[in-house]
């Protein structure tokens, strides 16, 4: 059995290039952001691309429509933002010790988007310390390898167990380290949670989302990072850690490094999955910051056929034979008298299977409208929270927590919603596929976690209507997916393939990018013959 230690670099040293060289503090409406010139830009949550104009005051209850407002103006990436400089001040506005409050109102509607919401300069971070959450995974530069230990009988195959490590790269210096494996209680969850939002940012997320969680991490990361003096350090042997022998699938380890010539501290933090391999080869190529491994896994070995998603037609067969059965009793029952109570007998037989066939697809379309009501549920339930949401601790403290959505439907998981535009398909996805989810919503067939490095492949029937996959034939090329996780995180992708498999062809789990996030949308073709494959790659 091979343990493959997936090393998520976190994605912070992706940060928006005004964080390079800018102070910031953030509340769960607002960002502020102080540039080089000491100005302070403000974002507006949800509103980056909103046309507004705004006004401050030190007075929360002060008459909103008799302040001074001001055209927002565009910082270095375009995003339109309010500000505070030295003619705002100029205007009698104090930033200590009094408060100051916001109000920002749409320009073509005058509808107000922030209404005297406090503007929280203390909390901001210097420019140091920016500095350090974009060097972090850099700082101490690393690699993973492996080294053989035994063999193993796998599914009948002989294969490699290999135990992974982490090499720090320069064998000049002496590095000691700390090394936590996550559990349900562990402190280390939420610090592990906001960097798996942070990995997944690209240049079409919001920069309030980026500074928010940037903000979180930071905050996190302060509370969590061992003194230098601290007991629990441990010398890296030979500039090596390994990963303990008994990690199983999903274990989370979180590793602390520290260079003993420069008391540098970094971090670095391990998902662990297994694979069944046939040989010990293991390709390796670099994904932005994340190191990917080639994957070989024997899913053939688990997954035997694609799932059914096609409409059943018994009911629209039986009704059809009973039809053509009575139309030949209406024609004979001038000649045979008994025709003419099998004729009762069939009309009768046909009404039952009517209001069979309707039962059926009202509750189809019941089911529907029940499910979309969900996806509405959960936009209006996540859209004021933000990704990261601060919460008092039993002792006081606060935390960062990372939002997540909590549905379910008949009792199972919610993970995430699907959204293709031009076919004005929105339903939620979930956890399991089986024949009941299917008749509930999609569901998550293969793969990970949603919006994560390889393919996730998502069903759902095809009812040769306008529910569910009905309308997956109606997609090209180009067209896009819009796919938010558990962690209200959106990303787009773009429909890269369409074709169509049989039943038993099993390829279409498989990654056609490597190190790609990637989406792959199955449905049964008419007649249920054939398997409509539509493959999706990320947009970045």
Same mark, same amino acid.
């Given at each position: 059995?091979?343990?493959k230690? @997936?090393?998520?670099?976190?994605?912070?040293?992706?940060?928006?290039?005004?964080?390079?060289t800018?102070?910031?503090a953030?509340?769960?409406?607002?960002?502020?952001?102080?540039n080089?010139?000491g100005e @302070?830009?403000?974002?507006i949550q949800?509103?980056?691309?909103?046309?507004?104009?705004?006004?401050?005051?030190?007075?929360?209850?002060?008459g909103?429509?008799?302040l001074?407002?001001?055209?927002?103006?565009?910082?270095?990436?375009e995003?339109?933002?309010?500000?505070?400089?030295e003619?705002v001040?100029?205007t009698?506005?104090?930033?200590?010790?009094?408060?100051?409050?916001?109000?920002?109102?749409?320009?073509?509607?005058?509808?107000?988007i922030?209404? %005297?919401?406090?503007?929280?300069?203390?909390e901001?971070?210097?420019?140091? &310390?920016?500095?350090e959450?974009?060097h972090?995974?850099?700082r101490i530069?690393?690699h993973?390898?492996y080294?053989?230990?035994?063999?193993?009988?796998?599914?009948?195959?002989?294969?490699?167990?290999?135990q992974?490590?982490?090499?720090?790269?320069?064998?000049?210096?002496?590095y000691e380290?700390?090394?936590n494996k996550l559990?349900k209680?562990?402190? @280390?969850?939420?610090?592990v949670?906001?960097?798996n939002?942070?990995?997944?940012?690209?240049?079409?997320?919001?920069?309030t989302?980026?500074l928010?969680?940037?903000?979180?991490?930071?905050?996190?990361?302060?509370?969590?990072?061992?003194?230098?003096?601290?007991?629990?350090w441990?010398e890296a042997?030979?500039?090596?850690?390994?990963?303990?022998?008994?990690?199983?699938?999903?274990?989370?380890?979180?590793?602390?490094?520290?260079?003993?010539s420069?008391?540098?501290?970094?971090?670095?933090?391990?998902t662990?999955k297994?694979?069944y391999?046939?040989?010990?080869?293991?390709e390796?190529?670099?994904?932005?910051?994340?190191?990917i491994?080639?994957q070989?896994?024997?899913v !053939?070995?688990?997954?035997?056929?694609?799932?059914?998603t %096609?409409?059943?037609?018994?009911?629209?067969?039986v009704?059809?034979?009973?039809?053509?059965?009575?139309?030949?009793a209406?024609?004979?029952?001038?000649?045979?008298?008994?025709?003419?109570?099998?004729?009762?007998?069939?009309?009768?037989?046909?009404i039952i299977?009517?209001?069979?066939?309707?039962i059926?697809?009202?509750?189809?379309?019941?089911?529907?409208w029940?499910?979309?009501d969900?996806?509405?549920?959960?936009?209006?339930e996540?859209?004021d929270k933000?990704?990261?949401?601060?919460v008092k601790?039993?002792?006081?403290?606060?935390?960062?927590?990372?939002?997540?959505?909590?549905?379910?439907?008949?009792g199972?998981?919610?993970?995430?919603?699907?959204r293709i535009p031009?076919?004005?398909?929105?339903?939620?996805?979930?956890?399991?596929?089986?024949?009941?989810?299917?008749?509930?919503?999609?569901?998550?067939?293969?793969?990970? &976690?949603?919006?994560e490095?390889?393919?996730?492949?998502?069903?759902?029937?095809?009812?040769?209507?306008?529910?569910?996959f009905?309308?997956l034939?109606?997609?090209?090329?180009?067209?896009?997916?819009?796919i938010?996780?558990?962690?209200?995180?959106?990303?787009?992708?773009k429909?890269?393939?369409?074709?169509?498999?049989k039943?038993?062809?099993?390829s279409?789990?498989?990654?056609?990018?490597?190190?790609?996030?990637?989406i792959?949308?199955?449905?049964?073709?008419?007649? !249920?013959k054939? !398997?409509?494959?539509?493959?999706?790659?990320?947009?970045?």
């Amino acid at each position: 059995m091979l343990r493959k230690i @997936y090393l998520s670099f976190l994605m912070t040293l992706m940060l928006v290039i005004i964080l390079s060289t800018c102070v910031y503090a953030a509340n769960e409406k607002l960002s502020i952001v102080k540039n080089e010139t000491g100005e @302070y830009l403000i974002y507006i949550q949800n509103h980056e691309d909103t046309e507004f104009e705004f006004a401050f005051s030190n007075e929360k209850n002060a008459g909103k429509e008799s302040l001074t407002y001001r055209l927002f103006v565009y910082d270095s990436i375009e995003n339109k933002v309010a500000y505070i400089n030295e003619s705002v001040l100029s205007t009698g506005l104090l930033l200590e010790p009094a408060k100051v409050y916001l109000w920002a109102r749409e320009i073509n509607t005058g509808e107000y988007i922030v209404n %005297g919401v406090e503007v929280d300069l203390k909390e901001k971070m210097d420019a140091k &310390k920016v500095e350090e959450i974009s060097h972090l995974t850099q700082r101490i530069l690393v690699h993973i390898n492996y080294e053989v230990t035994k063999d193993e009988m796998v599914y009948d195959k002989n294969v490699k167990l290999v135990q992974d490590k982490i090499i720090i790269d320069s064998a000049l210096k002496t590095y000691e380290y700390q090394i936590n494996k996550l559990s349900k209680d562990s402190r @280390y969850n939420n610090l592990v949670d906001i960097a798996n939002v942070i990995w997944k940012f690209n240049s079409y997320t919001k920069t309030t989302t980026k500074l928010q969680a940037y903000k979180a991490f930071y905050d996190e990361y302060q509370s969590l990072v061992p003194e230098m003096e601290d007991r629990s350090w441990k010398e890296a042997e030979n500039n090596e850690i390994f990963i303990p022998e008994n990690t199983e699938e999903g274990d989370i380890y979180v590793v602390w490094l520290k260079d003993l010539s420069t008391d540098k501290i970094d971090l670095q933090i391990m998902t662990s999955k297994k694979d069944y391999l046939e040989d010990l080869l293991r390709e390796r190529t670099e994904y932005g910051s994340k190191t990917i491994y080639k994957q070989e896994v024997v899913v !053939r070995e688990k997954l035997e056929s694609l799932p059914v998603t %096609g409409d059943d037609y018994v009911l629209f067969i039986v009704l059809a034979v009973l039809v053509l059965i009575t139309i030949l009793a209406a024609i004979l029952k001038s000649k045979i008298k008994i025709f003419s109570k099998i004729l009762i007998v069939l009309v009768i037989g046909i009404i039952i299977v009517v209001v069979l066939i309707a039962i059926k697809y009202g509750n189809m379309y019941l089911n529907d409208w029940k499910v979309k009501d969900i996806v509405t549920n959960i936009d209006d339930e996540m859209k004021d929270k933000g990704i990261i949401s601060k919460v008092k601790r039993d002792d006081g403290t606060e935390e960062n927590i990372v939002n997540k959505i909590n549905s379910q439907i008949e009792g199972h998981n919610v993970i995430g919603i699907i959204r293709i535009p031009k076919i004005k398909l929105e339903y939620p996805i979930l956890e399991t596929t089986s024949e009941h989810t299917l008749k509930l919503s999609v569901t998550k067939f293969f793969g990970d &976690k949603l919006n994560e490095t390889g393919n996730v492949v998502i069903t759902g029937h095809n009812y040769n209507n306008t529910t569910m996959f009905s309308k997956l034939n109606k997609l090209e090329i180009g067209d896009i997916v819009k796919i938010t996780d558990e962690q209200n995180m959106t990303l787009d992708y773009k429909i890269s393939k369409k074709y169509k498999v049989k039943p038993t062809d099993m390829s279409i789990v498989e990654a056609t990018e490597e190190g790609a996030r990637e989406i792959t949308l199955l449905t049964c073709t008419n007649g !249920r013959k054939e !398997r409509l494959i539509i493959k999706a790659i990320e947009i970045i």
